[in-house]
């Protein structure tokens, strides 16, 4: 249909164009027929008079010579003339076709005779073409007088109509043609405009903004093109916005700590981030998250409680508006919905799980409803943890206190019943009793006002330089009793040999390291080795204490720096510990910015690694021994 509107407005356009230049053609054809012959009128009106004047001097004689002259010229030029005498006589016929003695009594030779001029455009000749002719009289009017006929061949174009046709018909075809052509290259012209747009129009409708279209000019085509290149444009800049917020959004939900899992209304997972997959343990069934996105809740987690939540059936928008309007007015914190524990090799994940109803701006146009479901996973794991760990340290300090609490006053109500004098060593041994449980709550006491210390954000512990030489030997000092009493074999070193300053908090690093030798002696078998290493790395300087003694088990490594917490409960007696040796060392390192590594085994002993952070600018000369 097109392409035949096409067709038909060329041709009109042809018929048009040759209709309009033929009318011209016509037209001027016309005016150019009527000025020439106006003018060949005059000249042969002067002709006339001329002539009229020569014969007017002898009339009727003819053969003058100054006639004769005067009619030969004429003649010659072109001009075919007659006289004709009173009684319609021929007098002089130049003609050259002999037919003046029919016109003696032709119309015209009458109207000259009685008007005493005539002129007029008439046809003459065999071929009937067009004269000017004039008709004059000559001679006085009544007596002696005759009529002097001339004519003159009018404009050749009058001549022959046919030739005319022709030639206005080749013209308006040539003309046509010509404006054939111009038109189809217009059109095409436009044509390819139209195009380029409507290329364009397709493109931005694709989605694709990244072709700019330009047109010069001010007509409608280029006000469209102009406007389309607007409409472009600021498509453009709106989805480089969108875009960015899109992957600013979507950086926040992956980098969030927190879960977030978003159901849609058919119950499939429309969005979860990286945090979810890892914390419901996803991460063996797919390669990634993007691989759950569109898969039913059902088939990919498996906790009920959470697929309950999840799959809830959504309230009206309008309910949801109060639900948020309750939860504004409540101060905005939802309460929670579900507690989940997730089994992983790691170990059990306690999950808080909040739930909530969302709009999806996004569903399918012939879903009955756009409200789906948003779930917040959070992680409450170290949260458990520590409340177990202060739910056993308030068992384990009440069970601490309590024990030798007990002892003693059962030793003193025994002895305020018993006769002292009478069995002075059994008095010796409750005394004894009540001696040794009270260094024991007095120990447990001082430890208990150290880690009270260490953790105290207001307490600040200055770094000073210590002599390694001067804490080893006061430490084998301080020790030197327990460790011959279990016959132990005692050593320490430097490595590298000359290292004799590190710089360090004195009485945290005394605090630290007395705990770990304490735990060492009192878990390690008679003839055992106890050995301090200090070693000084590019960075920080690290004292190593180690021993032979029973180990620790893997099970148990993790929990050995909780306070109270003691490896073998069961034991009783004079080397049964406070169980808050290890979490002061922990402490007492943390507070002068170092890290505690613990390596231990069962039957092969423990190994202890305070490390201590130093000044790279430090130049320190360092002096190892041996005892």
């Known amino acids: 249909?097109?392409?035949?509107?096409?067709?038909?407005?060329?041709?009109?356009?042809?018929?048009?164009?040759?209709?309009?230049?033929?009318?011209?053609?016509?037209?001027?054809?016309?005016?150019?027929?009527?000025?020439?012959?106006?003018?060949?009128?005059?000249?042969?009106?002067?002709?006339?008079?001329?002539?009229?004047?020569?014969?007017?001097?002898?009339?009727?004689?003819?053969?003058?010579?100054?006639?004769?002259?005067?009619?030969?010229?004429?003649?010659?030029?072109?001009?075919?003339?007659?006289?004709?005498?009173?009684?319609?006589?021929?007098?002089?016929?130049?003609?050259?076709?002999?037919?003046?003695?029919?016109?003696?009594?032709?119309t015209m030779m009458l109207r000259g005779r009685e008007q005493g001029i005539w002129s007029g455009i008439r046809k003459w000749g065999a071929r009937g073409r067009w004269h000017a002719m004039v008709t004059a009289r000559v001679g006085q009017a009544g007596q002696d007088e005759g009529v002097i006929w001339l004519a003159r061949p009018c404009w050749a174009v009058t001549?022959?109509?046919?030739?005319?046709?022709?030639?206005?018909?080749?013209?308006?075809?040539?003309?046509?043609?010509?404006?054939?052509?111009?038109?189809?290259?217009?059109?095409?012209?436009?044509?390819?405009?139209?195009?380029?747009?409507?290329?364009?129009?397709?493109?931005?409708?694709?989605?694709?903004?990244?072709?700019?279209?330009?047109?010069?000019?001010?007509?409608?085509?280029?006000?469209?093109?102009?406007?389309?290149?607007?409409?472009?444009?600021?498509?453009?800049?709106?989805?480089?916005?969108?875009?960015?917020?899109?992957?600013?959004?979507?950086?926040?939900?992956?980098?969030?700590?927190?879960?977030?899992?978003?159901?849609?209304?058919?119950?499939?997972?429309?969005?979860?981030?990286?945090?979810?997959?890892?914390?419901?343990n996803l991460r063996g069934?797919?390669?990634?998250?993007?691989?759950?996105?569109?898969?039913?809740?059902?088939?990919?987690?498996?906790?009920?409680?959470?697929?309950?939540l999840l799959l809830e059936a959504p309230c009206s928008p309008e309910a949801l508006t109060g639900v948020d309007a309750a939860d504004e007015t409540s101060g905005g914190l939802p309460s929670p919905d579900a507690y989940i524990q997730i089994e992983t090799t790691e170990g059990t994940t306690h999950l808080l799980v909040r739930a909530t109803q969302l709009d999806l701006a996004e569903s399918r146009p012939d879903a009955d409803s756009s409200i789906g479901r948003v779930a917040v996973l959070t992680d409450i794991t170290e949260l458990e943890r520590t409340i177990e760990v202060r739910t056993d340290f308030v068992a384990n300090a009440s069970h601490e206190l309590r024990t030798p609490l007990s002892t003693i006053r059962a030793c003193v109500e025994t002895l305020l019943a018993m006769d002292l004098g009478g069995s002075p060593d059994a008095a010796a041994e409750f005394l004894q009793k009540i001696d040794r449980h009270s260094d024991r709550l007095q120990q447990m006491v001082a430890d208990l006002l150290d880690l009270s210390r260490l953790e105290s954000p207001a307490e600040r512990f200055e770094m000073e330089r210590i002599e390694v030489r001067r804490v080893a030997h006061e430490l084998q000092f301080r020790f030197a009793e327990a460790i011959d009493e279990k016959q132990l074999h005692w050593e320490w070193r430097c490595a590298p040999e000359g290292l004799s300053e590190v710089r360090a908090n004195m009485h945290l690093l005394r605090l630290a390291l007395d705990n770990l030798v304490d735990n060492a002696i009192k878990h390690t078998q008679p003839g055992g080795?106890?050995?301090?290493?200090?070693?000084?790395?590019?960075?920080?300087?690290?004292?190593?204490?180690?021993?032979?003694?029973?180990?620790?088990?893997?099970?148990?490594?993790?929990?050995?720096?909780?306070?109270?917490f003691q490896v073998q409960r069961s034991r009783t007696g004079t080397a049964r510990g406070t169980g808050l040796g290890l979490s002061i060392v922990r402490h007492a390192v943390e507070a002068m910015q170092g890290q505690v590594r613990l390596e231990s085994a069962l039957g092969r002993g423990t190994r202890v690694t305070l490390r201590v952070p130093q000044s790279v600018s430090e130049d320190m000369v360092e002096i190892a021994t041996n005892s």
């Open 1 to 106: 249909m097109e392409a035949s509107g096409r067709r038909r407005l060329v041709l009109f356009t042809a018929l048009l164009v040759v209709a309009a230049c033929s009318l011209i053609f016509w037209l001027v054809t016309r005016e150019q027929q009527r000025l020439n012959d106006a003018a060949l009128m005059q000249q042969v009106l002067g002709e006339a008079e001329m002539v009229r004047a020569v014969l007017s001097e002898d009339w009727p004689d003819v053969r003058r010579s100054a006639v004769v002259v005067t009619l030969g010229m004429l003649r010659d030029s072109g001009v075919e003339l007659a006289v004709f005498g009173n009684a319609g006589n021929v007098l002089y016929d130049g003609t050259g076709a002999g037919v003046a003695e029919q016109m003696a009594r032709h």
């Open 159 to 280: 001549q022959n109509p046919g030739a005319v046709a022709r030639l206005l018909f080749i013209e308006g075809v040539i003309v046509a043609l010509a404006s054939v052509v111009v038109a189809l290259i217009f059109i095409q012209m436009r044509r390819r405009v139209f195009h380029r747009v409507i290329r364009t129009a397709r493109r931005l409708s694709a989605g694709d903004l990244t072709t700019e279209l330009r047109t010069d000019g001010s007509d409608e085509i280029a006000v469209l093109s102009t406007a389309l290149e607007g409409l472009r444009r600021r498509l453009a800049i709106q989805m480089e916005t969108i875009d960015r917020q899109r992957r600013m959004l979507q950086s926040l939900v992956d980098h969030l700590g927190e879960g977030v899992i978003v159901v849609d209304v058919d119950g499939r997972i429309a969005l979860i981030n990286p945090a979810a997959v890892k914390l419901l």
């Open 285 to 308: 069934k797919v390669t990634g998250e993007q691989t759950l996105i569109g898969t039913p809740v059902e088939t990919c987690i498996r906790e009920h409680a959470l697929q309950q």
């Open 529 to 564: 080795h106890i050995r301090l290493l200090v070693k000084r790395t590019a960075e920080a300087v690290e004292f190593e204490v180690s021993d032979d003694g029973c180990g620790i088990s893997s099970e148990d490594q993790e929990r050995v720096f909780e306070r109270f």
